[in-house]
């Protein structure tokens, strides 16, 4: 069973920063592509970033210079630093693989990120 637990997110003024962390279980977390999501309301939900196994990354045109992905394989964790943050940043945040196919079981909680002055 997997688990993946998002973490970090909160109310931030415009061009703040926060720094979001992804907890995952599962001892083929370093094999997997993974990939940070958001949905904003009444949106669907849209990949971010992604890193693979051996941390190529892959940003949205939206987040590109801003955001940087990262993971910790020895510790299971994939992060998202999120810098110039806008109002059009609010979203919850997920992780999962990227794609998701085969753990769309899987979806946290996802954190919460507020942009608002």
């Known amino acids: 069973q997997v688990q993946l637990v998002e973490s970090g997110g909160g109310l931030v003024q415009p061009g703040g920063s926060l720094r979001l962390s992804c907890a995952a279980s599962g001892s083929i977390f370093s094999t997997l592509t993974m990939g940070w999501y958001r949905q904003a309301p009444g949106k669907q939900r849209e990949l971010v970033a992604r890193?693979?196994?051996?941390?190529?990354?892959y940003y949205a045109d939206s987040v590109k210079g801003r955001f940087t992905i990262s993971r910790d394989n020895a510790k299971n964790t994939v992060y998202l630093q999120m810098n110039s943050l806008k109002p059009e940043d609010t979203a919850v945040y997920y992780c999962?693989?990227?794609?998701?196919?085969?753990?769309?079981?899987?979806w946290g909680q996802g954190t919460q990120v507020t942009v608002s002055s």
């Open positions: 890193i693979t196994n051996n941390g190529g990354t």
């Open positions: 999962n693989k990227s794609p998701p196919s085969g753990w769309d079981n899987y």
